[in-house]
């Protein structure tokens, strides 16, 4: 079982930038593909980005493409979200998820292992 921690949330004006990450111990990161959620307050859980194991391929939410990227680095066995040109809709928890497949996926069924959320609230 992989236990994930996300961190770099905060609080940031429309506009702004903000990069999260996301460290993975207790099991192997770099032969999973692994995804970014989001959850805002009364709202349900939604695919933010998901990058392949080895980061060839990645996969974007309409809402956030050309704003943010994902990457990965395996040898640190942490997951990333560089996060620009802010907007206040993005406002939510913002939550790391560990695919127990290569490839990558916008569903969260598709996601076994998650981590505890990092916030992120963005001001106009």
């Known amino acids: 079982q992989v236990l994930l921690v996300e961190s770099g949330g905060g609080s940031v004006q429309a506009g702004g930038s903000l990069k999260l990450s996301c460290v993975a111990s207790?099991?192997?990161?770099?032969?999973?593909?692994m995804g970014w959620f989001r959850q805002a307050p009364g709202k349900e859980r939604e695919f933010v980005a998901a990058?392949?194991?080895?980061?060839?391929?990645?996969d974007y939410a309409d809402s956030v493409k050309g704003r943010f990227t994902i990457s990965r680095d395996n040898a640190k066995n942490t997951l990333y979200l560089q996060m620009n040109s802010l907007k206040p809709e993005d406002t939510a928890i913002y939550y790391c998820?560990?695919?127990?497949?290569?490839?990558?996926?916008?569903?969260?069924?598709?996601?076994?292992?998650w981590g505890q959320g990092t916030q992120v609230t963005v001001s106009s």
């Open positions: 990058i392949s194991w080895l980061g060839g391929t990645s």
């Open positions: 998820a560990r695919r127990p497949l290569r490839s990558t996926a916008r569903v969260r069924a598709g996601y076994d292992d």
């Open positions: 207790g099991d192997t990161f770099g032969g999973y593909a």
